[in-house]
T-cell receptor
Framework: DSGVTQTPKHLITATGQRVTLRCSPR?????VYWYQQSLDQGLQFLIQ???????AKGNILERFSAQQFPDLHSELNLSSLELGDSALYFC?????????????FGPGTRLTVL | AQSVSQHNHHVILSEAASLELGCNYS??????LFWYVQYPGQHLQLLLK??????LVKGIKGFEAEFIKSKFSFNLRKPSVQWSDTAEYFC????????????FGTGTQLKVEL
């Protein structure tokens, strides 16, 4: 158990819909990262938040957005869903923003878009 | 942009065989290198990491990796694998200018047979 929790574990929805994925970081960690794992793209970095503020952005679609709340949990919002958005979405957390900080991963949310 | 290549996509070994998984990265500056493992149905876990110093890094569960700067490589090794090492292994890198987001390779699926 990494200490990072993600809900829900599985999500099945239809094209065009909007979903919210939730992540709670390890106790004391200030940074939260979102990654997408799909068969064709592999594991890709989406976005990072540090203490409530966006820190870095990767290959995140405009239909996707995220935020980190004062209690440090984070939510990833996916809207106008397409079949190609079906993937495993991982959240990770680290204590700070240092490049040597270990990122601890959650169990992931498996999103299926039908 | 930084990238990571893992050339072995699927590896099958017998118990007690030696393991070497290849990882090459492309980035000209200072890099930090990581190996993560994902056991079936579980989250990504850090096996080991390299930041600086001794290029031979020892991690958990008997794994080690060697950073060879001239070859842009960070291969993972284990002298004698066990059935419980069956998992997917990911090499990752973060580099200066890229923040501390991780860029992952495509992963190597290792199956250890009894």
């Amino acid at each position: 158990d990494s200490g990072v929790t993600q809900t829900p574990k599985h999500l099945i929805t239809a094209t065009g819909q909007r979903v919210t994925l939730r992540c709670s970081p390890r106790s004391g960690d200030l940074s939260v990262y979102w990654y997408q794992q799909s068969l064709d793209q592999g594991l890709q970095f989406l976005i990072q938040y540090y203490n409530g503020e966006e820190r870095a952005k990767g290959n995140i679609l405009e239909r996707f957005s995220a935020q980190q709340f004062p209690d440090l949990h984070s939510e990833l919002n996916l809207s106008s869903l397409e079949l190609g958005d079906s993937a495993l979405y991982f959240c990770a957390s680290s204590s700070n923003t240092g490049r040597t900080d270990t990122q601890y991963f959650g169990p992931g949310t498996r999103l299926t878009v039908l | 942009a930084q990238s990571v290549s893992q050339h072995n996509h699927h590896v099958i070994l017998s118990e007690a065989a030696s393991l070497e998984l290849g990882c090459n990265y492309s980035y000209g500056g200072t890099v930090n290198l990581f190996w993560y493992v994902q056991y079936p149905g579980q989250h990504l876990q850090l096996l080991l990491k390299y930041f600086s110093g001794d290029p031979l890094v020892k991690g958990i569960k008997g794994f080690e990796a060697e950073f060879i700067k001239s070859k842009f490589s960070f291969n993972l090794r284990k002298p004698s694998v066990q059935w419980s090492d069956t998992a997917e292994y990911f090499c990752a890198v973060n580099g200066a200018g890229g923040g501390n987001k991780l860029t992952f390779g495509t992963g190597t699926q290792l199956k250890v047979e009894l």
